[in-house]
């Protein structure tokens, strides 16, 4: 870590996305050769979309199936930042020409009402639970680039912010200490049909991670600072024209539309 510098690596990927470059693996002197090094570009590139972004307020987990982990040849989640700039409120309606290729993940977020500074032992889901008091639905909005999965080295996804782009968040509703979040009931629809449905699979447990590894990287969560815990379903991308509407169990629903 010592001789690798992260901000040229930062400024590729901002400069990548801004003249809309296809996704392309870090190379030579740009690629991190470990977490640490993505991470370390990640937190570089904040300070440079924080400018037009805004502040970051809210954490995202990824590649938190199996699947996607043996695709990107890991055993386990990856983190990102979600800015203030980049939060929409339900129901959205966005411009497909704002994006290269957008895929849209349907989340239970997790508002927080106290700090998670660390302890004298990592984080597990039940040290973390009294710590929501709110939640939403949301859909997290991904920007892929157009990658070829099979060929994303999982560092360089991680550099570049775990993709995200933004969400588009429901209301927040209260939570009560007795509600159990694991297992939520989520249904997407698609211009009014069913597309998919699925549970939520343990936030908490998800929240855990992204708790202890912002305490890890010095940047812990904040009171108020919310969390994206993992899709209930599938990914799939959005269409110009198509409307999804993402119902989830005593939590809420969460609307987009993609313009031409």
Known sequence: MADFDPV??????????RSRSPFENLKGTLAPSNFDEA?????????IWKTDFGPVVG???????????????IDHPCGG??????????????KASDFMHMVIECELAVVLNA?????????????????VSEAMAVF???EDRNAVYKDCEALTLTADNSWNTGIVAAQRVP?????????LAGKLLVDGAIRSEGPTDDPMGALAWIANHAVDRG????????????????TLPILPGEHFRFELENIGTCELTLEA
């Open 81 to 94: 930042m979600i800015y203030k700039n980049r939060i929409h409120s339900s129901p959205a309606s966005l």
């Open 39 to 47: 991470y370390a570009v990640q937190e570089a590139l904040s300070e």
């Open 219 to 234: 940047r812990p969560l904040r009171k108020g600072m919310f969390v994206i815990t993992g899709s209930v379903v599938a």
């Open 115 to 131: 700090d998670l500074t660390g302890q004298s032992s990592p984080y597990t889901a039940a040290d973390v639970r009294p710590a």
């Open 59 to 73: 954490l995202k987990i990824a590649t938190t199936t199996k699947v996607m982990q043996e695709l990107m040849g």
């Open 175 to 183: 939570v009560p200490a007795d509600l159990e979040l694991n297992g």
């Open 140 to 142: 997290e909005l991904i």
């Open 8 to 17: 040229p690596a930062a400024q590729f990927i901002a400069d990548a996305h």
